[in-house]
T-cell receptor, first 112, second 111 residues
Framework: SQTIHQWPATLVQPVGSPLSLECTVE??????LYWYRQAAGRGLQLLFY??????ISSEVPQNLSASRPQDRQFILSSKKLLLSDSGFYLC???????????FGPGTRLTVL | QKEVEQNSGPLSVPEGAIASLNCTYS??????FFWYRQYSGKSPELIMF????GDKEDGRFTAQLNKASQYVSLLIRDSQPSDSATYLC???????????FGKGTMLLVSP
């Protein structure tokens, strides 16, 4: 069966510090991968998605970036965090038919 | 801009009642629709998906889809306190491999 991992589970970072969140998927190959952010009181916002290694699509302009160095690894990064980057970051995967998405446990980021 | 609208709630129902959650969407080309449940502080988990007009039943859950009205709903029969959560409606964007989510409806089931 497929499993999706995210780490860390929680993170507190100062404004201006860098960020690296990692997501890995087990039990499937060539998945579509997604990064979402859920801010307090707001809906799920799609940040990036990837249909293959090195293929990243960005949904919204921001100070975040994403990379997919391996088939089942998806990384979310920032060089300098802003207060507005606080939120619940969720990674999701789907099969390469791009259908049902399954979410990882999430990373709760607080920027102070 | 594709939109998915849900009543934010909270929707309060007594234990054993039927809870009805509704969702409308703007993308007329959408073909796939999903319901997720999200407990406070946790990630969303898939409850059901529906592709065709009509009803689809899975245990206590029934999803209903009306593409002409651009409307999808989720019925929860025999509601339990453990069903108390936020329910997210998601719509597959036509021509893309992405979902647009509604902001969710909070359901509270009282014992």
């Amino acid at each position: 069966s497929q499993t999706i991992h995210q780490w860390p589970a929680t993170l507190v970072q100062p404004v201006g510090s860098p960020l690296s969140l990692e997501c890995t998927v087990e039990g499937t190959s060539n998945p579509n991968l997604y990064w979402y952010r859920q801010a307090a009181g707001r809906g799920l916002q799609l940040l990036f998605y990837s249909v293959g290694i090195g293929q990243i699509s960005s949904e919204v302009p921001q100070n975040l970036s994403a990379s997919r160095p391996q088939d089942r690894q998806f990384i979310l990064s920032s060089k300098k965090l802003l207060l507005s980057d606080s939120g619940f970051y969720l990674c999701a995967w789907s099969g390469n038919r791009a259908d049902t998405q399954y979410f990882g446990p999430g990373t709760r980021l607080t920027v102070l | 801009q594709k939109e998915v609208e849900q009543n934010s709630g909270p929707l309060s129902v007594p234990e054993g009642a039927i809870a009805s959650l509704n969702c409308t969407y703007s993308d007329q080309g959408s073909q796939s629709f999903f319901w997720y449940r999200q407990y406070s502080g946790k990630s969303p988990e898939l409850i059901m998906f529906i592709y065709s007009n009509g009803d689809k039943e899975d245990g206590r859950f029934t999803a209903q889809l009306n593409k002409a009205s651009q409307y999808v709903s989720l019925l929860i029969r025999d509601s339990q306190p453990s069903d108390s959560a936020t329910y997210l409606c998601a719509v597959m964007n036509s021509g893309y491999s992405t979902l647009t989510f509604g902001k969710g409806t909070m359901l509270l089931v009282s014992p």
